[in-house]
């Protein structure tokens, strides 16, 4: 059996790159968290293979791509953009599986959620930049090897299992409209007590200008008045900004580091991984919840997935 597993992309896809779980702690430099949108799949597809939890993998948005497997290898598939085949034949969610070699790896336009997730059992040939692979939007030649085209190559080495293969509980559900927790934010109180309870009582509708940045919503803050300058401050994956249109703006992982708009609400950890799966067309309301509350969740979320500590 080679010691190198080499997989060759024979089309890319809407938009498949190598990621892992972003570069923390550069933020103050400008740089964005970036990393997988859904980390909780992520991490659940690494384990599956036992891969560690920072390790590389493919994410795959919406159309994914057609994969030429050379060598036999071991693959775990999580996530919602996610309806793979190889050699034409059904694979299951959640479960490692192990490929022969001479196949293609297939994934059809999902159903539901909009981002999946393909790890590969291995230690991955590819090059980072501050600690991680993750391609930024704006500097795509810092991770050139994180951006698949057609023809590339994927090289993937083989190596014991440095991390325990456990059950998981698979999210398979990603409905059409979501109720979202969120803490207020630094300037929610720049609102109308009306405003504020528009906000919190609203079916907003997620627009067709979604991307790795954020989302933005199609329905506006009535009666909000957001008018007066705005000194930019700092942002992360989560706030909730509110445009001078009204409209609110969901950032992701890819996001700038400050921002010139109020930051009304800030969306608590556990949920960004549901935000990830949103498609245009769906919608969401917001749910206020406390800080104490909000820290509880988060660790228990940070505890069943086990975050590695920065």
């Not at 297939?106 to 991680?132: D, I, K, R």
Request: charged share 15%; glycine share 10%.
């Amino acid at each position: 059996m080679a010691e190198v597993i080499t997989l060759q992309f024979m089309k890319p896809g809407m938009q498949t790159l190598v990621q892992d779980l972003g570069r923390a702690g550069c933020q103050a430099f400008g740089v964005p968290v970036g990393g997988a949108l859904d980390r909780g799949a992520a991490i659940t597809a690494n384990r599956l293979v036992g891969n560690p939890p920072t390790s590389p993998l493919l994410e795959i948005a919406l159309a994914g791509p057609d994969i030429a497997v050379h060598d036999a290898c071991t693959v775990a598939i999580t996530g919602g953009a996610t309806r793979p085949m190889y050699n034409s034949q059904p694979l299951p969610l959640g479960k490692p599986v192990s490929l022969e070699a001479g196949g293609v790896l297939t994934f059809a336009y999902p159903q539901e959620g909009s981002h999946g997730y393909l790890a590969v059992g291995g230690e991955w040939e590819v090059s980072g930049w501050l600690g991680s692979v993750s391609p930024l939007l704006y500097s795509p030649e810092v991770t050139p090897g994180s951006r698949p085209v057609r023809g590339s190559f994927l090289k993937i080495h083989r190596r014991p299992s440095t991390f325990d293969v456990r059950p998981v509980t698979l999210t398979t559900d990603y409905p059409d409209h979501l109720e979202i927790a969120v803490v207020p934010g630094p300037e929610l109180n720049r609102l109308p007590a009306t405003s504020i309870q528009v906000l919190f009582s609203e079916r907003f509708t997620v627009g067709r200008h979604i991307n790795r940045m954020g989302i933005r919503l199609e329905e506006s803050v009535r009666r909000a008045s957001v008018s007066k300058p705005f000194i930019s401050s700092g942002v992360v994956p989560g706030t909730v900004q509110l445009t001078r249109s009204g409209k609110p703006v969901i950032l992701l992982a890819d996001a700038q580091t400050t921002g010139g708009y109020p930051r009304i609400l800030q969306v608590i950890t556990p949920e960004l991984d549901r935000l990830a799966q949103v498609r245009p067309g769906n919608t969401l309301s917001f749910r206020q919840m406390t800080h104490e509350r909000a820290t509880e969740l988060t660790v228990a979320y940070l505890e069943r997935y086990q975050f590695p500590v920065p």
